[in-house]
Nanobody
Framework: QLQVVESGGGLVQPGGSLRLSCAAS????????IGWFRQAPGKEREGVSC????????LYADSVKGRFTISRDNAKNTVYLQMNSLKPEDTGIYYC?????????????????????WGQGAQVTVSS
């Protein structure tokens, strides 16, 4: 059974940092594009960042460029999202997703329909 599980969410003050983890089971992450998405209360889900298969390409939404970094540890079969200089508008549920489509992690930002396997989400709250 292919599965991804997020961890590392929490409450942080503005300007602080968090690192989200996305651990995979049942498949090797290196052969899938991995995307991070988020959904704020009352808003639609948006693509935040992605890492293409074999790590050849990364994408970031304009709102997080320069503050968030996506990376992968193949030995741990885990993808990370390092989030620095967090702002209140970064608050939301963050989802990790894996996609096998060649189009996953291409274009400008990751789009949800390219990803087949989704985690349950991790809450990130940025507040003083």
């Amino acid at each position: 059974q292919l599965q991804v599980v997020e961890s590392g969410g929490g409450l942080v003050q503005p300007g602080g940092s968090l690192r989200l983890s996305c651990a995979a089971s049942g498949f090797t992450m290196e052969y899938f594009a991995i995307g991070w998405f988020r959904q704020a209360p009352g808003k639609e889900r948006e693509g935040v960042s992605c890492l293409s298969r074999r790590g050849r390409n990364t994408l970031y939404a304009d709102s997080v460029k320069g503050r968030f970094t996506i990376s992968r540890d193949n030995a741990k079969n885990t993808v990370y999202l390092q989030m620095n200089s967090l702002k209140p508008e970064d608050t939301g549920i963050y989802y990790c997703a894996a996609g096998a489509e060649p189009s996953a992690c291409s274009g400008v930002v990751p789009v949800g329909y390219d990803y087949e396997y989704w985690g349950q989400g991790a809450q990130v709250t940025v507040s003083s």
